[in-house]
Structure formats: structure tokens, C-alpha cells
């Protein structure tokens, strides 16, 4: 270097190229944010000691700014999946923790490229102080947008081959264990599921938890059919185990909309719940109680799901390390069974 030419300060690009992390982390390290592991966290620090890197206060004023928002994303294309019942009593719970922080509600939908590119500028741009991400499923590109992100992420339910650091979840395994033991209980030893997408964590929990209490019984696991959580595919669904299984005695099914699908299938055909057939559902939700019969279901604590989501992020947000947390569930037992 010529004698007089000041030595150029070092970029944060070149620390995050040392530190072997994307420049979104080094960005989070710097900032002293909470949501980033120790092993990057000490990467940065060595980085930054080795290069002599002194971050611009200008722009670490602007990076930890806050926007007064946070954010819920839905991995779901259909702009009606926030009428689900489901989803409504997670917004209702949200919304009411974030009121309490002084935080706005913002909804997002992120299934489609388009939805996942304004998802990825919302987590770069930081137009939100944190995001709540749920319904990922298998190999989804928003978990990676998460690790990228350079504000704190909270799960909804654990994504399918991933352990983030910070989630808010139920006992879907337990639940749907104890629904199958219930039936089990009561006599029933042909049971049946109509388990959820089994590309998603929820839907695999709880098939588990039905195969954990038919193994645990000596009882043989019949083979899942399928849904989507819909009463549609619930109707579907029946159809083809009462096809496959005419013998069939109980059912569990994942979800209380497929329940409630399930129950009109049975009737169509003449088939007597519960004298034929029990049958147990999953949420809780309004349907299970106008079922013709009323279905007995697993309840879970959705308004409590959103609310504790929410909380977890207001501890992100203000610095804080929260713990995972698992919500727990009861069996509601009703005319079904």
C-alpha cells in the first residue's frame, strides 16, 4: 500500500465472508439480537476482532429502528384459510398479545413465488419487528428465509425436519395417543385414521400418536387415508376406509372439520355412530359441537396457540431468550362416542 493512502475500513459483507455466515446474521450479531445461535454469534465476533471491523452508527441506528409491527405467516395460498375457524381463534389470541405490547397485526400469505418474495422483503426490509411463521411444510423455503432473517422468527408448530430455537406448539402426539386410547377403551379394535398432511409436522405427530396407542393395545395400525384438514376431504376420506374396511368399528380423525366430513360420509351410508362407529375429532372447533352427533374431539388451546406466539416474539423483540413452550390438550368426550 502507498505511504499515505489510509488503510480501507472493512465491509460487513467481508466480516460475514470470514465468519463463514450469511451477511443477515453478522447484521443480527452486531446488533446485539438475541434470536442468533452462540456458535455463529462467536464466528462474527472473531471475524470482526480479526478484520478490526467498527460498524457505521448511522446504519446500526437504522437497523434497530422498530416499525411498530409484527407480522403472521401463513404458508397457504387462499386468502379464506384466515376465516378458517382454526386460524381466526389464532388471530384473535395474537392480536390481543400484541395489543398489550402496543404492536399491529399485519397477515400474510406466502405459498405462491409472489407471496414468498413479499414474505422475503418483509423479513429483509424489517417493515415488521418480528414475524410468526406457521403451516410450513416439508422442505418449505420460508424455514431458510427464517435463518436468514434479520428480525426474530417464532414458530406456530415445529416444521417437519428443522428444531428452531423458538416455538410455540401442542401436544398433537398426546392428544391424538389419548383419543386412540379412549376408543380403544370402549371396546373398539378395527380403528381407523384420517390423518393430516403428512408433509407437515401436526399431520405426523398425530398419526404417530394414533399408531403409539393401537401398538401399545396389540392392536395393528390400519393404513392412513390422507386429508387436508378439510371437511371435503373428510367426506373423501371416509369413503375410501369404509371401502377398504367395511369392519371398521372407530375412527380418529386429525382434524374435527375431517371429523365432521367423516360423520356425513357414515350417515349417507346408513352406518350408526356411535353404535357402528365412534368417532373423535381434533381442535375443538364450533363444528364438533353442531355434529350431528356432537363430536367428541381433542381440545387444544388456539387462542392460547396465538397468544403465547405472540408473547414469545414481544421477548424477542425486547431482548429477551424465551424457551420453547408446548401447549397441552383434553379430551372432550361427546354423544360421537
Not at 375457524?85 to 389464532?90: E, K
Request: proline residues 7%.
Amino acid at each position: 500500500m502507498a505511504q499515505g493512502v489510509p488503510h480501507r475500513p472493512s465491509t460487513l459483507d467481508e466480516v460475514a465472508e470470514l465468519a463463514g455466515v450469511s451477511r443477515s446474521v453478522a447484521s443480527r450479531v452486531l446488533n446485539n439480537a438475541p434470536h442468533v445461535s452462540r456458535a455463529k454469534r462467536e464466528a462474527v465476533e472473531r471475524a470482526v476482532h480479526r478484520l478490526g471491523y467498527v460498524p457505521n452508527p448511522t446504519a446500526r441506528a437504522l437497523a434497530t429502528r422498530r416499525s411498530g409491527a409484527a407480522a403472521l405467516v401463513v404458508s397457504g395460498e387462499d386468502p379464506s384459510i384466515f376465516a378458517d375457524p382454526f386460524f381466526a381463534q389464532v388471530i384473535v389470541g395474537a392480536s390481543a398479545a400484541l395489543d398489550e405490547a402496543e404492536l399491529h397485526l399485519m397477515l400474510c400469505l406466502a405459498a405462491s413465488d409472489r407471496g414468498r418474495r413479499r414474505v422475503e422483503q418483509l423479513l429483509r426490509s424489517k417493515r415488521a419487528d418480528g414475524v410468526m411463521l406457521m403451516a410450513l411444510r416439508e422442505d418449505d423455503p420460508l424455514a431458510r428465509m427464517a435463518e436468514e432473517a434479520e428480525i426474530p422468527v417464532v414458530f406456530g408448530g415445529r416444521p417437519v425436519g428443522l428444531d428452531p430455537r423458538w416455538y410455540v406448539d401442542v401436544d398433537n402426539l398426546g392428544g391424538a395417543r389419548a383419543a386412540t386410547e379412549y376408543l380403544i377403551s370402549l371396546g373398539r379394535t378395527r380403528i381407523a385414521t384420517i390423518c393430516g398432511r403428512l408433509d407437515t409436522e401436526v399431520g405426523r405427530a398425530r398419526h404417530r400418536g394414533y399408531q403409539d396407542a393401537m401398538l401399545a393395545a396389540g392392536l395393528e395400525p390400519l393404513p392412513p387415508e390422507a386429508g387436508d384438514f378439510t371437511e371435503s376431504s373428510g367426506v373423501a376420506a371416509m369413503a375410501a376406509l369404509s371401502a377398504r374396511h367395511p369392519e371398521l368399528d372407530g375412527l380418529f380423525a386429525a382434524s374435527d372439520n375431517m371429523g365432521a366430513g367423516a360423520l356425513r360420509t357414515l350417515r349417507d351410508a346408513g352406518r350408526r355412530v356411535p353404535a357402528d362407529v365412534a368417532v373423535i375429532g381434533f381442535d375443538d372447533l364450533a363444528v364438533a359441537r353442531i355434529a350431528d352427533p356432537p363430536l367428541t374431539t381433542v381440545h387444544q388451546p388456539i387462542e392460547g396457540l396465538g397468544r403465547e406466539m405472540a408473547r414469545m416474539l414481544v421477548a424477542l423483540i425486547n431482548g429477551q431468550d424465551p424457551t420453547p413452550l408446548i401447549l397441552p390438550t383434553r379430551l372432550v368426550i361427546r354423544a360421537s362416542t
